[in-house]
């Protein structure tokens, strides 16, 4: 496997992360009564949205083809969130803990390719920028959990 071929798999993993946690991030705002909550979960949804263009366009760089859907697995967690919130006496924390636990799958596959030792500058800066974005929306999420529990 080229090394352009490898990144770019990596690449596309990090997209299809993305738009899992895009698609997420609405359903979540979809399942929740608390105003600030759920515009803090549409802003997540666009910033994921932004993230998975900026990944597209590096894939595209690289001469690859970006995927443009999400996984099965994100499917199933976003349906896994919208059935806890269902049988949850409190729908925000069990949509919170979920969204937790995407977003901290999300940064583990971000450290994982930061390991790279030979990334592009571009991409390096690029995946930096994402997963310190990622790291801040955990950290505030945590807040948000501790703020309906």
Same mark, same amino acid.
């Given at each position: @496997? =080229?090394?352009t071929e490898k990144i770019s798999n990596q690449l596309n993993e990090l997209l299809i992360k993305n738009i899992d946690a895009e698609k997420g991030y609405k359903n979540a705002a979809k399942n929740v009564d608390i105003h600030t909550l759920k515009q803090f979960f549409e802003r997540m949804s666009t910033e994921r949205g932004e993230f998975? =263009?900026?990944l597209k =366009?590096? *894939?595209l760089r690289y001469g690859e083809e970006p995927k443009d859907s999400g996984s099965f697995k994100g499917l199933v967690h976003r349906n896994w969130m919208t059935l806890k919130s269902t049988f949850s006496s409190n729908d925000e924390e069990a949509i919170i803990e979920e969204v937790l636990r995407g977003e901290e799958k999300s940064l583990e596959a971000y450290f994982n390719i930061l390991r790279e030792r030979?990334?592009?500058a571009s991409i390096d800066a690029l995946l930096f920028k994402q997963k310190n974005a990622i790291q801040a929306t *955990?950290?505030? @999420? =945590?807040?948000h959990e501790e703020l309906v529990s």
């Open positions: @496997m =080229k090394y998975a =263009k900026e =366009k590096e *894939i030979n990334l592009l *955990i950290n505030s @999420m =945590k807040t």
